[in-house]
């Protein structure tokens, strides 16, 4: 019998029956970091590129699984949020620092981040109080809004490239554009059995509240601190 380090209980496989750690707790070194890493990030089985991939082509459906507990495969939403908006932070910063507007890449560089982490409760509300039905919690609808900003935050550094060859203006509707129907896209899947035009009018109204609220907060982000 092995003694689990973490939790103290007894086991004779591989993990533990207490905790789930392995019993067996490797010394670190730089290869099981690396392996870390690599399994965090580059895995498309489960994990992080995994989790992007389910989103991409099942967007709603992923959110599904996910609650309904089918999660060892899927990043934990929280985290796939954290890494996606923040290199989506750092991307927009290096993007726009030949921009003639200096506090825009300030803002993008300090406040990115912790504006949309702050707008997460308040998409979920507007999920929530639109869809609303015995069936779907706040928590389920903040969990869907999270995978779902952390997804579009990765499609947003792709587009705003484009700003290198095209106006902002293309850029800023290519961005609507991917909005509106991702938004759409992923509501159909969730809420699928639903009248689908009642559904779409409803993503649409979502969109524009989130939106308006996002460009004020935004605003006087940068009214009040840049």
Not at 62 to 85: E, M, N
Not at 181 to 208: A, D, E, P, Q
Request: hydrophobic content about 50%.
């Amino acid at each position: 019998m092995i003694i689990c380090r973490n939790c103290g209980a007894e086991g004779d496989q591989k993990y533990c029956p207490g905790c789930g750690q392995a019993l067996q707790a490797e010394r670190i070194s730089m290869h099981t970091l690396l392996h870390e890493v690599a399994h965090t990030f580059w895995h498309f089985e489960k994990g992080f590129l995994y989790t992007l991939k389910e989103l991409a082509i099942n967007p709603g459906t992923t959110q599904k699984r996910y609650l309904s507990g089918i999660r060892l495969r899927y990043q934990k939403p929280f985290p796939l949020f954290a890494i996606s908006v923040t290199f989506c932070a750092l991307a927009l910063f290096f993007i726009s620092r030949n921009t003639a507007n200096q506090s825009v890449q300030f803002y993008y560089k300090h406040y990115w981040f912790m504006v949309q982490a702050a707008m997460l409760p308040f998409f979920a509300l507007i999920t929530y109080i639109l869809f609303k039905s015995h069936d779907l919690y706040y928590a389920e609808a903040l969990v869907m809004n999270v995978y779902l900003l952390g997804f579009t935050s990765v499609c947003i550094i792709s587009i705003n490239a484009l700003s290198f060859f095209l106006s902002n203006g293309v850029v800023s509707l290519l961005e609507v554009i991917l909005l509106v129907t991702y938004n759409i896209w992923t509501n159909l899947n969730f809420f699928k059995g639903k009248v689908r035009w009642w559904i779409i009018v409803k993503s649409i109204v979502s969109i524009i509240a989130g939106y308006y609220v996002l460009n004020v907060i935004s605003n006087l982000v940068m009214k009040w601190f840049i």
